[in-house]
């Protein structure tokens, strides 16, 4: 998924190296509906949010008409290499009960960081 539109994409790139970013935006991004932004100033933005908030959102950045909302999974030492999202129509997606849905994406990931590690664990102690 496009790292400039994808709330999974979002969710992922916000968290990794300043280096890996640069390398990610150096090429011409996707821009597959009007609201998708591709200005590097714009995305670097964008993550610096999805940071602070702790998710990641696309409405209508994929499709217009949809939504979707994604959570890092942060691994021990603060590593993501993983994600956790919905999507679905944007009226359904952003309305009254968007809160609920973070909620469980941030319950979600908090689950799989945790089962992700004992595997992590398991694999350094061999």
Partial sequence: MPVNAAASG????AYQSK??????????LPTPTS?????RRWIE???????EQG?????????EGSAALACPIILPGGSVFYSVAISGPT??????KMALRLQALRTAAGALAKSLSLGANIKSRG
């Fill in 55 to 63: 998710y990641a959102t696309c409405v209508g950045e994929i499709y």
């Fill in 19 to 28: 280096e890996l970013i640069a390398e990610a935006l150096s090429h011409e």
């Fill in 45 to 51: 933005k964008e993550f610096a949010t999805v940071r």
């Fill in 10 to 13: 979002k969710a992922i790139m």
């Fill in 35 to 39: 609201l998708t932004h591709n200005n």
């Fill in 91 to 96: 009226e359904r997606v952003t309305d009254k």
